[in-house]
């Protein structure tokens, strides 16, 4: 059972990202945490995480204090309300089910204890919960974290956990930082890791969007991690695409009020370090065939954005209608589509 | 031996397309085939090619009159100069040997017996003859043919083989139109298949990389057939990808001079039969992990001719250093290029 000083946290979604944070949020000692699994389940049930990380060292036959192989129905089970949940998914808007139907079981039915922490990519991702959940506070948390799932419960880590977290706008619970303040005091207290307080999370959210809008799609379709695409071709795929693309996106944030960092393109193209041969994530869905793209929340999102404000933004948009092919590629390959059978 | 009436072949590349103009020639009765193969010589030395074709039926155990595992050097081996060269490899300037080193061995040191005819895509693919052979006479031939080798020897044709030949300008030959119309006789006399004279090769060229430019990289890029890609995302790929590519490739035409027919765009979006589910070349040699592409003869080229007069081709660009991100990639693997160790 938790102890009473702890606060309680239901991490959905234990893959390279929820798995970290579980980890480090035990390790910290002043969460319990719920790990919530889907496809990995079995191998964490049976053989706990295996997990090489720069933030924590080697962990083998790890779990945290509790696993699950759903999303808890609080209701149903007579749980208390959780203190918070972290949302550590995939956000597809395109492809049930949402984010929004995933969580709901889990909340109360009119919440004003538990809040939402989604530490997830992409501008607007805490809309929904403003129709669905209007009175739950809706934290964002943008991780900087390289890591990826080798295999079901095996983890890799090889770029340190940084977080930003900050309250998502919201006219209903006039969001203080309250409730951020003590998650990144929960976060930090192992002392692993690097999270603090964003105070303009939609700037933040349009900054990290520098990268994933562009290195993620762009490695995907390549084929490419983020070292060799700055290696490709002596440089002119990052001059013709990734340039572009992310110049884009500064000014689709400028059109929208928010005036990032002189020179965040470039720290963006270098952001990681070239010898590192890091993949962002899109690459690795796209390697394991199967996995959808956070496509409409990298691409879409930003260039209706950009639309609505008259920027041109025809690179994001190229890779926009090419994410959307892929996508389609892997719905067909699920059976999510139906095409005409083929003329013999 | 070749019978005194029939004219010396040589082609270039025994794969797809290659194989298919062999056993054509041959069964026309008015050519010796020596076909010169590289990857599948062994395959179809031993076995011969095993054949399913739209236009001959099934044809196994065939073999053309000559096969060779290499370039014949007709000096070095005093064999009489070749009526016709008939060049089906690739064409990928970015990737040695040129197109002109493969074939020089093979044509007499200073040629004007034998004519060459490049079945090759792009747009000014003979232009590197003009320096290297300025006097020998060059033909284009289009082709239209659907076909794929399966596995080395193995070939599937599943679209009739349509050629449009004609002469490449050249103020050396002063080109006529009679080696053409003697090729295309030769060609034609099986009776299996469509073989026309092209008055205008400019324009049958640009007219053709209308469907390359836009179709062969959207594909290969999306891993999605023709007939897919009109179904993905209910046609939105189509409408913000391949027809903003065809039509920067018309405009690059027009500025250059080539006026393409009206409706060329649609033409050639419908040009494979939907449930037909075909894939392009370079969708082909991008699942075949290994194989270069031809980008600068199908995208470089008309890019550069456009930018040349002015005309924006956002698409056709992006699409250009794209294809260089995945022939980087592709040269990687070959071990064509170094890169700095991971840093560990």
């Not at 990298?298 to 090419?322: D, F, S």
Request: with cysteine.
């Amino acid at each position: 059972m938790a102890s009473s000083t702890k606060k309680s946290v239901l991490i959905v979604g234990g893959g390279a990202v929820g798995a970290i944070a579980a980890l480090n949020l035990e390790v910290g000692g002043l969460a319990h945490v719920t790990l919530a699994l889907r496809s990995n389940y079995n191998a964490v049930n049976e053989h706990g995480f295996d997990i090489k990380s720069c933030d924590h060292g080697r962990v083998q036959g790890w779990k945290p204090s509790i696993i699950r192989d759903s999303i808890p129905d609080i209701t149903k089970e007579s749980l208390p309300p959780y203190d918070y949940i972290l949302l550590c998914t995939k956000n597809i808007p395109d492809i049930p089910p949402t984010v929004v139907d995933l969580v709901t079981p889990a909340l109360p039915r009119i919440n004003t204890h538990t809040t939402l922490v989604l530490l997830q990519n992409g501008l607007h991702i805490y809309r929904p919960f403003l129709e669905s959940h209007p009175q739950t506070l809706v934290l964002s948390a943008i991780s900087m974290i390289g890591s990826e799932e080798l295999s079901p419960g095996k983890i890799i880590q090889d770029e340190g956990d940084k977080l930003i977290i900050g309250a998502f706008p919201n006219l209903n619970t006039n969001p203080s930082t309250s409730a951020a303040k003590c998650f990144i005091k929960m976060y930090k207290n192992g002392g692993k890791t690097d999270c603090k307080l964003g105070e303009d999370v939609l700037h933040d959210r349009w900054r990290k969007l520098v990268y994933n809008s562009a290195l993620n799609p762009i490695c995907a379709i390549l084929g490419l991690d983020t070292g060799r695409l700055r290696l490709a071709a002596d440089g002119e795929v990052v001059e013709h695409l990734v340039r572009p693309a992310m110049q884009e996106i500064v000014d689709a944030a400028k059109a929208n009020g928010v005036l990032l960092d002189e020179g965040v393109v470039q720290k963006m193209i270098d952001a990681d370090p070239l010898q590192s041969y890091l993949s962002p994530s899109m690459l690795v869905d796209v390697k394991k065939k199967g996995n959808f793209l956070e496509h409409e929340n990298l691409l879409g999102e930003p260039l209706r954005e950009g639309k609505k404000m008259g920027v041109e933004m025809p690179t994001i948009k190229m890779l926009y209608y090419m994410a959307k092919g892929i996508q389609w590629r892997t719905m067909e390959g699920r059976g999510l589509v139906e095409i005409p059978p083929k003329d013999v």
